[in-house]
């Protein structure tokens, strides 16, 4: 939408207040949960803050509840059933791998959707001038649905057009409700900034030049650059740093990116001095972090670094914590890796009241001593 948007285009995003309460049966191999109505109202919500904060008013979010919470079920019928002929939506890949499969088969309520989506499209044709609908690949079918639709009730020519899906590195879809691994939101309560910096800057090598180029708003011959750059010593994963730090910054801001790029070098650069960090950066970067433990005084000092770890969310025992300290050496404080479990001083703390604490490659806690 962003990139219509430069060329001067008027980009129509359109959330599914009633197509919400149904589900779309395309790229899927079993039915949908329903969700109820207050779970959506909420996703609604949700999605049209997004929207504002991407966006600024420069698009417009319409809600097809609008044009569908008035309409009967015989005017259904009529008026817009009777234009769609059941051969061409059983042939539709979404639905014929559904039907072939006899024990998942498809509702009628998921069969209906595609007639919902393409109503959907007549009414931005007539109401808001909206000639072209673009979605995602496994879109393609209700797509060209809309488009027949619109010729037999208009006479008149529509256009569509899909995008590849984003799939991990398998092959698999990348989505909220499909995807095999990590999922990432857009939502900061979803997925916060520090997580999402994260999710990029760990894909793998084989993924950035498909994500450039489907993400990065830089021009190709910059982008090419910075690949080429990468390849000469991609253990730096300059490449993943650069994509993590455009895309943070556009989705949440110059300043939470820099939130994030500090979290970064703080919980996983070995040679990072945390104490050059000043105090009150490091309470502002830490503070509202999920990993966040306070604690009083009388609950960390004099405890052994096992119990340290055991008192954390990170679900280990002071057994399994001990284990992790004397065999793995997988356990570190500030950067500073534990060879012996042994108590936990003031000395341990960073500018007197907190502790980083990493248990493995990747699993931070940040505690805060408060009186």
């Known amino acids: 939408m962003n990139r219509f948007l430069n060329y001067g285009w008027k980009p129509i995003a359109l959330v599914g207040g009633a197509t919400g309460l149904i589900g779309d049966p395309s790229g899927r191999k079993t039915e949908r949960s329903l969700l109820s109505e207050e779970t959506l109202q909420c996703n609604l919500n949700g999605i049209t803050k997004i929207f504002d904060n991407l966006f600024h008013g420069q698009i417009e979010v319409v809600n097809n509840y609008d044009w ?17 002929r059941v051969n061409p939506m059983l042939a539709k890949e979404a639905i014929r791998s559904r039907v072939e499969n006899e024990q998942q088969g498809v509702s009628f309520t998921e069969f209906s959707y595609q007639i919902l989506q393409s ?13 072209i609908q673009f979605g995602g690949s496994d879109q393609w079918g209700n797509i060209t649905a809309g488009i027949d639709y619109i010729r037999k009730k208009t006479n008149s020519q529509a256009y569509g057009f899909t995008l590849p899906l984003l799939t991990d590195s398998e092959g698999n879809k990348i989505g909220k409700s499909t995807s095999t691994g990590a999922t990432i939101w857009l939502s900061p ?8 910096y994260q999710y990029w800057l760990n894909r793998p090598d084989s993924d950035l030049q498909k994500l450039f180029y489907s993400f990065s708003f830089k021009e190709k011959p910059l ?16 490449g993943q740093t650069e994509l993590a730090a455009e895309l943070t910054r ?28 000043p105090e009150e950066q490091l309470l502002e970067t830490f503070e509202g ?11 960390i000092f004099g405890k052994s670094i096992s119990e340290l770890v055991a008192g954390t969310n990170a679900g280990k025992s002071k057994t399994a914590a001990r284990k992790l300290i004397e065999r793995d050496g997988g356990i570190y404080l500030n950067n500073i ?14 500018h007197q009241n907190l502790v980083v604490l990493r248990i493995g490659k990747k699993d931070y806690h940040v505690i805060k001593v408060v009186q």
């Not at 309560?189 to 997580?195: G, I, N």
């Not at 556009?250 to 300043?255: A, L, N, Q, R, V």
Request: proline content about 5%.
């Open 68 to 84: 569908y919470k008035n309409m009967t079920a015989l005017e259904f019928l009529r008026d817009i059933g009777k234009l769609f």
């Open 119 to 131: 109503h959907d499209f007549y009414h931005l044709f007539v109401h808001n001038n909206c000639t």
């Open 189 to 196: 309560q979803k997925t916060t900034a520090y997580d999402f």
């Open 223 to 238: 982008i090419d650059e910075i690949l080429h750059e990468h390849a000469k010593n991609p253990d730096q994963r300059s």
């Open 250 to 277: 556009y989705i949440h801001g110059e300043k939470a990116l820099t939130k994030a790029a500090l979290l970064t070098k703080i919980f996983f650069n070995e040679n990072f001095e945390i104490l050059k960090v």
């Open 289 to 299: 972090l999920p990993r966040l433990t306070q604690k009083n005084p009388s609950q």
């Open 337 to 350: 890796q534990i060879k012996a479990d042994r108590p936990f001083t003031p000395n341990d703390m960073v």
